[in-house]
């Protein structure tokens, strides 16, 4: 199984999860109350699960293990706090941000559910936001492979898109565009022997040396999440790749269920 969990984790409905909510948010509130804004949030987490089990909740468990697979890669996430089925994720950040938003929904595609709820206990009143998915296993697992704009350049460059395409049937689409890429490095030979620091120039001026990842000699590749602004993009890949002497960069963006594989050269 390529994503294992040892607490079954059952999927709530609104009206499900927003009940249970109320009773945690007040003991988030309480919690912050007592302790003040400054704490580090594992300390937050220790004392919300004290107080959820006090409070009369069933099962609460703390920074609980996921694991995803796929050959001879594996990669373990920890959730902060599960609540009777409700999924928390603490911060203590000044303030909540997209990639905290990023983190949550890639938790609920792993385990299959359809909301969680981010605290943040660092603002004068604890913040909290609930995110929410309508996208099923199955419905992750139906995406689109865009090939129109990519080259074989090499044979490596065919395993390249074949392996991501490998990880997209097993785990579907939507997952941390980090994720799939820490995989491909793992997949395509390891970190040693595929991050390189690449030279860069100006008009003969030595700029030093950029943590690039070569998955063929002068072909480097990077995975993206990008939704919107894909062109902007571009344009930054295309005006690195001219500050060195590699021949390409392949590039994949995950845009939701659509998968665009782009051959960039000079």
Known sequence: MPIHCPVKVRSLSADEFEQLDYRVMGQAYASQNELGRLCDECVYEADLKARLLAAGFRFVQTQVPVTVTHRDFSKTYLLDLLADDALYELKTATALAGEHETQLFNYLFLLGIQRGK?????????????????????????????????????????????????????????????????????????????????????????????????????????????????????????????????????????????????????
């Not at 950029?210 to 062109?231: C, D, K, N, W, Y």
């Not at 790749?241 to 000079?266: D, P, R």
Request: net charge positive; proline share 3%; glycine share 8%.
């Open 118 to 266: 981010l605290l943040n206990f660092r603002p004068p009143k604890v913040q909290g936001k609930i995110i929410a998915t309508s996208l099923t296993p199955a419905a992750r697992r139906c995406f689109n492979a865009i090939t129109e704009q990519w080259s074989d350049l090499t044979p490596a460059c065919g395993v390249l898109r074949q392996t991501m395409l490998d990880l997209l049937q097993d785990w579907g689409a939507f997952l941390s565009a980090s994720l799939y890429q820490e995989a491909l490095i793992h997949l395509l030979g390891g970190e040693s022997n595929i991050e390189r620091r690449i030279g860069l120039h100006r008009d003969g001026l030595d700029l030093g040396g950029q943590r690039m990842f070569l998955h063929s000699p002068g072909i480097a590749f990077r995975v993206t999440g990008f939704t919107e602004g894909q062109s902007h993009l571009e344009s930054h890949l295309r005006r690195l790749l001219a500050l060195t002497e590699l021949k390409s960069i392949q590039w994949i963006n995950l845009n939701h269920a659509q998968i665009e594989f782009t051959t960039l050269t000079k």
